[in-house]
Antibody
């Protein structure tokens, strides 16, 4: 059974940094592109970033380009999102999703940016 | 970027009745490989999104056969043949043909009338 478990969400102040993690199991992690998607309170889904299976290619939404960085550790079956210069509008539940077709999602981790 | 426009945004339905959600794309979602990467997701209240259908009409494992997807090019539809109480939630279409970025529709909130 595929499992994706996000962690690392917290309440932070504007301008601070945070690192999210996604622990994967139940599939060959190193064979899949992985994605981060977020959902602001009461809003829809917004794709943020993708990383290829080998980490050779990374893509970002314009809204986070230059502030967020995606990475992965295939040996540990883990996906990461380093978030810098956080803003109030980054407040959201952050999900990791498996594959380009977003077949499986984690339960999400809440990031709140507020002073 | 590809814009996906869903309608309606709110969908009150009587139990046992059919429901239909439209997803229109700002450009054709037919890929150069011949596939159409248009997927449908369900998000029940308080839960994570769950994929229901991939590539227009392929139901995911465990998805009831009352859910069906259809369409081509720029116009796509998710149909529920007989709505049940567990179908309450928000439904999203998503395209993966012209990425980055992957884009989602605004979501359609299905409620029981």
């Amino acid at each position: 059974e595929v499992q994706l478990v996000e962690s690392g969400g917290a309440l932070v102040q504007p301008g601070e940094s945070l690192r999210l993690s996604c622990a994967a199991s139940g599939f060959t992690f190193s064979s899949f592109e992985m994605n981060w998607v977020r959902q602001a309170p009461g809003k829809g889904l917004e794709w943020l970033s993708s990383i290829s299976d080998s980490a050779s290619t990374r893509y970002y939404a314009d809204s986070v380009k230059g502030r967020f960085s995606i990475s992965r550790d295939n040996a540990e079956s883990s996906l990461y999102l380093q978030m810098n210069s956080l803003r109030a509008e980054d407040t959201a539940v952050y999900y990791c999703a498996r594959g380009g077709w977003h077949a499986d999602w984690g339960q999400g981790t809440l990031v709140t940016v507020s002073s | 970027d590809v814009v996906l426009t869903q309608s309606p945004l709110s969908l009150p339905v009587t139990l046992g009745q059919p429901a239909s959600i439209s997803c229109r794309s700002s450009q054709s979602l037919v890929s150069s490989d011949g596939n159409t990467y248009l997927h449908w997701f369900q998000q029940r209240p308080g839960q994570s999104p769950r994929r229901l259908i991939c590539k227009v009409f392929n139901r995911d494992s465990g998805v009831p056969d009352r859910f069906s997807g259809s369409g081509s090019g720029t116009d796509f539809t998710l149909k529920i043949s007989r709505v049940e109480a567990e179908d309450v939630g928000v439904y999203y279409c998503m395209q993966g043909t012209h990425w980055p970025p992957y884009t989602f529709g605004q979501g359609t909130k299905l409620e029981i009338k």
